[in-house]
């Protein structure tokens, strides 16, 4: 069996525009303290990652404590947004080929993490993984494993971070899911 640790990032700085180098907030660097006393116990055997720095910072301090490197993987990256993005969040739940101008859609968004995931399950069979990832890229891994997974699913977890959940893998099918971290934090403000 092999156990993925997916960890949605912490509390990201909303105040810096850019997506790909948006840091967390002091409130979310200091969730990051949780995030390592729960992952620190796991016998954890690689650390994945998006290559965006609040999903890298979130796992960092525990790949640290436990001597090891994060590996980065672009197909584990963010939605591409394009304009008007949040007002059609539900749309795209609804359709997963549809895309705003300039955006990626939920199909494409999760046909590059499950390539990736496939990837990372055929390389590392019955060890214990930590992949940091994002809300829409998380939920649209588990849409592919369970299609119950919808926009109700994500708006559940859209406002925790930094989210934990543990995913078990036999024989490349998700035999078991569970929670083992979820924190309320919301978003911090725009500037």
């Given amino acids: 069996m092999t156990s993925i640790f997916f960890v949605r990032h912490a509390q990201p700085d909303m105040k810096i525009s850019d997506d790909r180098t948006r840091p967390l907030t002091s409130q979310g660097l200091s969730d990051t303290e949780e995030v390592t006393m729960i992952l620190s116990c796991c016998s954890i055997d690689s650390f994945i990652s998006s ?21 980065t993987d672009e197909r584990f990256k ?3 947004r394009g304009a008007r993005s949040n007002d059609l969040i539900e749309k795209r739940w609804k359709d997963f080929n549809f895309y705003e101008e300039g955006g990626e859609s939920l199909e494409s968004v999760q046909k590059r993490n499950i390539e990736a995931l496939k ?22 891994i588990l849409n592919y494993y369970d299609p119950s997974i919808n926009y109700a699913s994500f708006k559940s977890i859209w406002l925790c971070m ?26 911090s403000e725009r500037h």
Avoid: W
């Fill in 51 to 71: 290559p965006y720095k609040r999903s890298v910072d979130t796992i960092a301090h525990c790949a640290r404590r436990l001597k090891m490197q994060i590996h």
């Fill in 162 to 187: 930094p989210y934990i959940i543990r995913c078990d893998f036999e024989s490349g099918d998700l035999i078991k899911r569970e929670v083992i971290l979820s924190i309320m934090r919301g978003y």
């Fill in 78 to 80: 963010e939605r591409i």
């Fill in 119 to 140: 990837e990372v399950l055929e390389q590392y069979p019955n060890k214990n993984i930590v992949i940091g990832t994002h809300g829409t890229a998380l939920c649209t």
